[in-house]
């Protein structure tokens, strides 16, 4: 589908606050595994959530953005999950990164599709943006499961 810049807009603010979510729980989690390096990982990505976040806000100024509930390229609950909002405690490091560059990559691709749909400029030059940061996210999830031990 091809966006408005005020459908997109909404779309990334409500991702990248599913996100931050997501990686505040996957902080935690680390934390109760006394696992501080891997924490403080998550708690980089909740920052860049949020800034990311921030500033799709900001950019939307004034505008009126539309209300979107949960949809598809939100983050997905990992399979070993109980409930709709709780993740194991037991997850180990190594699979709490690969479920965090998972996200990442649909998050990723989410933003390239849209780049690839969109017909107004300013919603494809902003998509490719967001693509562009997604990839790195990935590639540093990337860096940290080469240096983290298999459960
Ligand atoms: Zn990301």
């Known amino acids: ?21 997501r990686y505040h729980e996957l902080a935690d989690m680390m934390e109760a595994h006394r696992n ?15 800034l990311h976040h921030d500033s799709v806000v900001a950019r939307a100024g004034g505008t009126a953005l539309p209300k979107i509930g949960p949809w598809e390229y939100l983050w997905r609950t990992p399979p070993e999950a109980g409930g709709d909002e709780a993740f194991d405690y037991r997850i180990h490091p190594y699979d709490a990164l690969l479920y965090a560059r998972e996200n990442e990559v649909r998050a990723m691709n989410y ?36 240096r983290t031990q298999r459960p």
């Open 111 to 146: 933003y390239a599709e849209v780049e690839r749909d969109a017909s107004l400029p300013e919603v494809r030059h902003l998509a490719a943006q967001f693509a562009a940061e997604e990839a790195e996210h990935v590639a540093a999830l990337d860096q940290w499961l080469a």
């Open 1 to 21: 589908m091809s966006y408005t810049l005020p459908q997109f807009l909404a779309h990334a603010i409500a991702l990248e606050s599913e996100a931050a979510d």
């Open 36 to 50: 501080d390096e891997v924490s403080a990982l998550f708690r980089d990505m909740v920052r860049y959530s949020r």
